[in-house]
């Protein structure tokens, strides 16, 4: 057998604008020896002809920029969101569209769970989406009232529990006086938790523990899954405490012969001091395999939009709701970003709204001022809310974004009537924008806030349907090439490995996304639809389950 494999397509998309569309690739040692014709890449002496996509479309792996590989965790718990949506498995579960949907999907997986002290949990609640009715303990309790039962939000923001597992949790009493607890008309909490101070306490008890947005070995193995299934070869776990034991876990088993993608995570600045904390990441960074890539930071400031805990400008929330919260305070984050730029770290920093958005911006550039840098591709993650002006800025100081277009579609109606009204709501993850301002730009899901599918996110960007099916700022729609950049080499740049992923090319890694339709030759409303066959990462092939 040759050490040499030439891969034939019906195309072959590079991301190259120098060979953007070719018939042929060839792979050595897991990179790409060559793109071309036949005849060009059999210079290379003997090969392996390999023609099993030779009716497909290869692209370069897609690489996911802001996702977390709980998602792969999670799937063990019962999926009760209002869209359909992939198990890692390859199961298509259908949307639950009603409380009673949702409530006889818990009963089943009840009746399977023989332990009766096990706790029973859920994921990716939606009451927006349920008439805005709120779930309350006495709901739950008709599943069970003897077995504790918590049900994740979409969100990740808010907890529903049940009366057991407030029991449990020493809750189930008058007098409590805590804003992220509610309470009934009968004095007692309501079983509707807000925030982590409020959730970490009975989250223990109905099955999702302190360390939740760190994903387990199995859960790190579903992600991969999923990453094949939609074509992803490169992916951020964005928040991630990387404690010890959860680097040499993850060190182990993307080491593992058969684990399809490269994971980067990000240290969240949570529980440490800038100093430690940069320390701590300078020395997990020479710890990088090619399949673990270590070493930078993320860094939170606000809320959610959705939640109304986003900061935001004047004049704040359309409904009237108070401005969001600040996660990391002003002086914290000047001094993070002072000594990541003295000692070559890159900070992500989460931002939905304006205001949270200019915070970054002036922070960094008086940090830069005292610390100039060329290259230091700091990215505002989300960056939803970012106006014409604060783009301007941002290209002028070398900054990325990575923004969320998949939000259109599933909350875009909600913040054209409720959140942000409807002006911000249609400049929201202004692509178009992004792009004419001449900043890099990245499009992500946030994985598990919504599914990892990058084609369905080029999706979201090109067309910015929402769910009801408006286009919600149709001036910043983007053409399906800047889309599918986005996705593959607007997204290596803010990694800074833009070097080496990100399209098809002598000396990258061969990483392949592989299609079974064309992206550009069909119409940019199906773009959603294609069907991923599966992978190529590093020269190995992998095919995506079918249930
Ligand atoms: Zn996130």
């Keep these: 057998m040759a050490n040499t494999k030439v891969f034939s397509a019906h195309k072959v998309y590079t991301m190259n604008p120098s060979r953007p569309e070719v018939s042929h690739v060839a792979v050595r040692e897991g990179k790409i020896l060559g793109a071309g014709s036949l005849d060009e890449l059999s210079g290379w002496g003997e090969f392996d002809l390999d023609n099993r996509f030779k009716n497909k479309i290869i692209m370069p792996g897609f690489v996911e920029g802001h996702a977390h590989a709980m998602e792969g965790t999670l799937w063990r718990n019962v999926y009760v969101g209002w869209f359909d949506r992939m198990d890692p498995n390859g199961r298509l579960w259908p949307g639950a569209k009603s409380l009673d949907n949702v409530l006889q999907r818990l009963s089943e997986a009840n009746v399977q769970l023989s332990d009766e002290t096990k706790p029973l949990s859920g994921w990716s609640l939606d009451p927006i989406y349920l008439g805005n009715k709120r779930v309350t303990r006495q709901d ?124 980067v995570p990000l240290r969240i600045f949570f529980g440490m001091s800038p100093k430690e904390l940069i320390d701590y990441v300078i020395q997990l960074k020479s710890m990088s395999t090619d399949r673990l890539s270590l070493g930078r930071v993320k860094a939170v400031l606000d809320g959610s939009i959705q939640g109304f805990s986003a900061r935001l400008n004047w004049p704040g929330y359309y409904n009237g709701s108070p401005n969001g919260l600040w996660y990391t305070s002003p002086e914290q984050l000047s001094e993070l970003y002072l000594l990541a730029l003295k000692n070559g770290v890159q900070v992500h920093t989460h931002t939905n709204g304006d205001q949270a958005i200019q915070l970054s911006i002036e922070t960094l550039e008086a940090a830069l001022r005292q610390a100039p840098s060329f290259d230091h591709r700091f990215t505002l993650q989300h960056c939803q809310l970012a106006s014409a002006a604060q783009f301007r800025k941002m290209s002028k100081l070398g900054m990325c974004v990575n923004l969320f277009a998949n939000h259109h579609y599933y909350w875009g109606d909600e913040h054209y009537s409720r959140t942000v009204g409807p002006e911000k709501a249609e400049r929201m993850n202004a692509c178009k924008t992004a792009v004419d301002s001449k900043v890099n730009m990245a499009i992500h899901s946030d994985a598990p806030v919504t599914p990892l599918a990058p084609l369905f996110t080029a999706w979201c960007a090109v067309n910015r349907l929402t769910a009801s099916g408006r286009v919600q700022g149709s001036h910043e729609c983007i053409s399906v090439s800047d889309a599918l950049y986005a996705i593959t080499l607007g997204a290596a740049y803010t990694l800074h490995m833009d070097h080496e992923i990100g399209s098809i090319e002598v000396g990258k890694r061969a990483d392949f996304a592989i299609l079974e339709a064309d992206p550009y030759e069909n119409d940019p409303e199906t773009l959603r639809d294609i069907t991923v066959w599966g992978t190529v990462q590093s020269g190995r092939v992998f095919e995506a389950i079918k249930s």
């Excluded at 008709?142 to 949790?169: D, F, Q, T």
């Excluded at 101070?197 to 523990?209: E, K, S």
């Design 140 to 263: 739950l309790d008709k599943v069970s009232a003897s077995r504790p039962i918590g049900i994740l939000h979409a969100s990740g923001h808010i907890l529903n529990v049940n009366s057991k597992g407030l029991e449990l949790a020493g809750l189930l009493k008058p007098g409590i006086n805590h804003p992220g607890i509610p309470l009934g008309p009968d004095g007692l909490p309501t079983g509707e938790l807000y925030g982590p101070d409020a959730m970490t306490p009975v989250g223990v008890h109905v099955g999702f523990d302190r360390s939740m947005t760190d994903c387990d070995e199995q859960g790190l193995r579903d992600y991969a899954k999923l990453c094949v299934s939609s074509g992803v070869t490169t992916s951020t776990d964005l928040a991630a405490r990387l404690t010890d034991a959860s680097v040499d876990m993850m060190l182990r088993v993307t080491g593992e012969p058969e684990f399809p993608a490269c994971i």
